[in-house]
């Protein structure tokens, strides 16, 4: 599993080992209107963790059409580096369900359920050389989340599969910077602000259409997604506290909403003041 990406990462777990799971919630707005609302969860015990996400849509978005999508990562931590067992997603949209189901030999194979299949989405399958030796989305996420808890620096480039495509998650540091309160966020001061670039390998769709609402319909063009992270919940390593990005409808922007165990200092919890 990318060997020689991931910092040591032994010392984090034993710190995380015995603390409750944290729970946070987040809304994302995009075009200024509300479009999801997110739950996360992360929990780290010995070896072991185990991440989850839930969005649905919300808001305006919710009332032109739903949708909704649960994914969650298990796998272990094995030295310097994250190594995921298994990884699921279901959603649905309009109806329709879209499923993968990802699991992890021991040598870096991975076996895949898609639904519907690649070929019906116009795209061609990853080849399994290709799916070797990466991690899924959520884990790749993880990965970055401890690392700067490590150290302190964003700059790392991680393979990812996440069952139709194969793409680099490539990190890079922008740093320290100063998120202003906001009556959308429980955040606000110092935070490590991380870039984060795409770059398609295999498995992409021939045509640009089908993207989601909030992505630009073709890969290739999406722009950098802006993540800003800091130490909010008690025992783990620094979360997302704000996130933009751009889509074919407008800005994309994510607020920490709440989150569950908080840190020390942010236990009480400053009353968040108007702006954006």
Same mark, same amino acid.
């Given at each position: 599993?990318?060997?020689?990406?991931?910092?040591?990462?032994?010392?984090?777990?034993?710190?995380?080992?015995?603390?409750?799971?944290?729970?946070?919630?987040?809304?994302?707005?995009?075009?200024?209107?509300?479009?999801?609302?997110?739950?996360?969860?992360?929990?780290? !015990?010995?070896?072991?963790?185990?991440?989850?996400?839930?969005?649905?849509?919300?808001?305006?978005?919710?009332?032109?059409?739903? %949708?909704?999508?649960?994914?969650?990562?298990?796998?272990?931590?094995?030295?310097?580096?994250?190594?995921?067992?298994?990884?699921?997603?279901?959603?649905?949209?309009?109806?329709?369900?879209?499923?993968?189901?990802?699991?992890?030999?021991?040598?870096?194979?991975?076996?895949?359920?898609?639904?519907?299949?690649?070929?019906?989405?116009?795209?061609?399958?990853?080849?399994?050389?290709?799916?070797?030796?990466?991690?899924?989305?959520?884990?790749?996420?993880?990965?970055?989340?401890? !690392?700067?808890?490590?150290?302190?620096?964003?700059?790392?480039?991680?393979?990812?599969?996440?069952?139709?495509?194969?793409?680099?998650?490539?990190?890079?540091?922008?740093?320290?910077?100063?998120?202003?309160?906001?009556?959308?966020?429980?955040?606000?001061?110092?935070?490590?602000?991380?870039?984060?670039?795409?770059?398609?390998?295999?498995?992409?769709?021939?045509?640009?259409?089908?993207?989601?609402? %909030?992505?630009?319909?073709?890969?290739?063009?999406?722009?950098?997604?802006?993540? %800003?992270?800091?130490?909010?919940?008690?025992?783990?390593?620094?979360?997302?506290?704000?996130?933009?990005?751009?889509?074919?409808?407008?800005?994309?922007?994510?607020?920490?909403?709440?989150?569950?165990?908080?840190?020390?200092?942010?236990?009480?919890?400053?009353?968040?003041?108007?702006?954006?």
């Amino acid at each position: 599993m990318a060997a020689g990406l991931s910092l040591p990462l032994l010392a984090l777990s034993t710190l995380v080992a015995s603390a409750e799971p944290v729970k946070a919630t987040y809304r994302v707005f995009v075009g200024g209107v509300t479009a999801l609302d997110v739950d996360a969860m992360l929990d780290v !015990a010995g070896d072991r963790y185990r991440i989850a996400v839930s969005a649905v849509t919300g808001g305006t978005i919710d009332r032109l059409f739903n %949708w909704r999508s649960d994914s969650q990562s298990d796998g272990y931590v094995h030295g310097d580096d994250l190594r995921p067992a298994s990884h699921r997603q279901t959603s649905l949209l309009r109806g329709e369900p879209r499923n993968v189901t990802l699991t992890y030999g021991p040598q870096g194979d991975v076996s895949t359920s898609v639904t519907p299949p690649p070929e019906k989405d116009d795209r061609e399958p990853v080849p399994p050389a290709l799916q070797r030796d990466t991690l899924d989305p959520l884990t790749a996420v993880l990965d970055l989340l401890f !690392a700067v808890g490590a150290s302190q620096n964003c700059n790392r480039s991680l393979p990812v599969f996440d069952g139709r495509r194969r793409y680099d998650m490539v990190f890079s540091e922008v740093g320290r910077r100063i998120v202003d309160p906001s009556r959308y966020s429980i955040f606000s001061g110092v935070a490590q602000q991380c870039r984060v670039t795409y770059k398609p390998v295999a498995g992409y769709a021939r045509s640009s259409s089908g993207g989601r609402f %909030w992505q630009r319909s073709n890969p290739a063009d999406r722009p950098p997604v802006d993540l %800003w992270l800091a130490p909010v919940a008690a025992g783990y390593p620094p979360l997302p506290v704000r996130l933009e990005t751009d889509s074919d409808f407008g800005s994309v922007v994510v607020h920490l909403t709440g989150v569950t165990p908080p840190a020390a200092d942010r236990r009480a919890g400053a009353s968040p003041q108007p702006g954006r």
